[in-house]
């Protein structure tokens, strides 16, 4: 069902300049039964905070994946490879738990990271050594931030009580994660 669906949102979106995400918030808004009176019914009726939410978060998680990979691959410290690894880990088991609970709702997600994150890539790939290292971590540190804020926020507007779950089982990852780069940033700027 999920690939059928990105099949139709690939199809409904050629000839345009759409990324994965902006695609994915498209084919959703059309099936938001809380903010589009001509949306779906039935199993294909959504909710739009929690579709909103999912799409961003997938985003994310897919970003949070590519990018630890090339941490893995260009970092010169092995606390910023180690974090990278732990990036994959992380987010690619949380990325699993929420292409479930999309499928599950009959939300489009992205099935590739947005321009924003594709130019943040570009910009971190064409760095290497301590240059990647400091890059690297100074973004991971700032996107948590956002990320946390982000989930905190989304708390209070979605509808599922799965989407609630996944945010609650997922916000002390994040933190995890925030609380690990920034000592790993504060060990970068002592030396």
């Given at each position: 069902m999920l690939g059928l669906t990105f099949v139709v949102v690939l199809s409904a979106c050629q000839g345009t300049n759409k990324d994965g995400k902006e695609k994915a918030d498209s084919v959703n808004?059309?099936?938001?039964?809380?903010?589009?009176?001509?949306?779906?019914?039935g199993d294909r009726a959504i909710s739009g905070?929690?579709?909103?939410?999912?799409?961003?978060?997938?985003?994310?998680g897919l970003t949070e994946v590519e990018l630890g990979q090339l941490a893995q691959e260009k970092a010169s410290s092995t606390e910023v490879k180690n974090f990278g690894a732990m990036m994959v880990k992380d987010h690619?088991?949380?990325n699993m738990?929420?292409?479930a609970l999309?499928?599950?709702?009959s939300i489009t997600l992205p099935d590739s990271i947005s321009s924003e994150e594709q130019e943040l890539?570009?910009?971190l790939s064409a760095k290497s050594g301590a240059e990647f290292d400091k890059a690297y971590v100074a973004a991971m540190v700032e996107d948590h931030k956002k990320d946390i804020a982000a989930f905190e926020?989304?708390?209070?507007?979605?509808?599922?009580p799965e989407m609630t779950a996944l945010i609650d089982?997922?916000?002390?990852?994040?933190?995890?994660h925030l609380q690990v780069i920034e000592g790993i940033s504060q060990h970068m700027n002592k030396q």
């Open positions: 808004n059309k099936y938001d039964s809380l903010n589009n009176k001509n949306a779906g019914t905070p929690d579709a909103k939410f999912a799409v961003e978060a997938a985003n994310g690619s088991m949380a738990e929420m292409k999309a499928k599950s709702k890539k570009k910009q926020e989304a708390r209070k507007k979605v509808k599922y089982k997922s916000l002390p990852m994040l933190k995890k």
